[in-house]
């Protein structure tokens, strides 16, 4: 089994501390790094190349949402998915470290066993996101759009395929479920949405889904 790398970002040690022996007490992961701000981060994700990064949104220095943008932008594909950890259900910070690159957010208060198993969603490839806010965070993107979006306008590098699975997609719908209303199979579900993130432009399955509010595509 690949032991799964996990750097840690916060500026409170006795929260890092924690975290770290709810982590390496996994027999398939393991805390590779420890940071207490952005700035730190960004040298220690260089440094450490963890797989995951548990990012906290309001450090000195430089807060989760800019070390998330460097972070990104440093490593670029090959960059570690970035787990926001924050206190609020509804978080306008979490909000913008998703658009920064971020694979979604979990509560800081989330029970332990939520937690690892965000650690290995984000790690596979998967968002995650606090259950309590994701429609109200998705409504927070729509809103903020200057004004509908003509699908046509927006998605022209797709195939008619592509585009209905798109759609599909960011409406929330798991791959079974867009398997059965595209009568496919699950694996050809799986091509066509890594084939719509590459020509997009996107990281994973929520900057999709933001991507759709922000244009009012759904």
Known sequence: ?????????????????????????QDDLEVVGE??????????VRDA????????????????????????ADAGDTAPRVLVLTTFDLD??????????????????????????AIRTVHAGTAVIAPAATTELFQHFGERAPQPGDPDEHLTALSVREREIFLLAARGLSNS???????????????????????????????LVVFAFERRLV
Not at 36 to 43: K, L
Not at 49 to 72: K, N, S
Not at 92 to 117: C, H, M, Q
């Open 1 to 25: 089994m690949k032991t799964i790398r996990v750097a840690l970002v916060d500026d409170q040690p006795l929260f890092r501390g924690g975290l770290r022996m709810l982590i390496d007490s």
């Open 35 to 44: 940071a207490g701000d952005g700035v730190e981060a960004r040298t220690m």
């Open 49 to 72: 190349t963890p797989d995951v990064v548990l990012m906290d949104i309001r450090m000195p220095a430089a807060d989760g949402i800019q070390a998330t943008e460097w972070i990104v």
């Open 92 to 117: 306008e910070n979490a909000a913008k470290a998703i658009r920064a690159g971020a694979s979604g957010f979990v509560l800081k208060d989330a029970e332990p066993e939520f937690l690892l198993a």
């Open 177 to 207: 479920e867009i398997a059965k209303a595209e009568f496919v199979s699950e694996a050809t579900v799986k091509t066509h949405i890594s084939r719509v993130l590459a020509k997009l432009g996107l990281r994973d399955r929520v900057q």
